[in-house]
């Protein structure tokens, strides 16, 4: 049964590439901002049926918690337009290095500072050979 | 050009970075669901802004490209909930393997075939060695402290 799970996490990595390239499509046709605007749209829209029916946790927390806890939305629409203007530039399989580089590299800056309420993890040997080893990959793929 | 939109992409990258940080720190409180639908509001919000501020505002031309083209939003759409029904039962650091495994697979053969109208860029030894650095890079960045969950960091959810 948990095999099931594994296979829905793949599938999940997998509609992101396709959500880039589809959306790089969209991108060229009706223009990139247009194009994440609507994702967001209709996103919000899908997410707020489902949460309607399967969401078991407290919405009105929105309006109790620090204001920068809301931020990740905004964050994350700068991300899409970015994938959405540069997957028919360089293509798929680049966007998702370069991006992919560009988290593990910050989520390591955040937890060594203890940003954002994370418990703050020195930066150690292996996370620099990490982001060495995503920087050669890049310079690979490119 | 091509240099300049890459760097662009390690940049909103790290902005997603930044983003999986904040994200549990919200979706703790309000459930990950949703956390996810303010976190749709809030970016069709500030998009709806961009867009009629910097935007053609002709949304018109939606009703005329092909109905495929507009599938992006839900395989979004699609990649949250599958985030959120399997990081229960599989774990954090296991669905994002399996996550970045999908999107790597999955980007490479879209690229290789060309497929949604998007250029061809066949699969050759260097994109297979950039593909295999990056796993064993994975590797590395997952294994440093298993006690601090950092992996929690990459679970990334709009």
Redesign the interface.
Known sequence: MKVLYYVLAFIAGASLSIEGAIGGTLGENIGEIETTFYMFTIGFMTVTLITLFFGKGDLSQTFKVPKWKLLGGTLGSFYNLMLVISVPVIGVGLAVIAALFGQIAMSALIEHKGWFGSSAIKFSKNKGIAIVLLALSLYLVY | ???I???????????????????P??AK????????????????V???I??VL???V??I??S??PT????????????????I???P??GVS??VI???????????V??NFG?????V?HFDL??L???V??F??????L???PK?K?AQ??E???
């Open positions: 050009m091509g240099i939109i890459v760097i662009l992409t390690l940049i909103s990258g790290a902005v997603l970075g930044a983003q999986s940080a904040i994200n720190a919200f409180k309000a459930g990950s669901l949703e956390s996810a639908m303010v976190n749709y509001f809030f970016g069709a500030i998009m709806g961009v867009v910097f935007g053609k002709d949304m031309a939606i005329k490209v495929w083209q507009l599938l992006c939003a839900f395989f979004g759409v699609g990649y949250v909930v599958l985030t029904l399997s990081v039962k599989i296991t669905a399996l996550v970045i495994v999908g999107q790597l697979t999955t980007g490479m879209v690229d497929w949604f109208e998007n250029s860029i260097k994109r060695s950039g593909v650095l990056m064993i890079a994975l590797y590395f960045s294994k440093t402290d601090k950092e960091r990459y990334v959810a709009k």
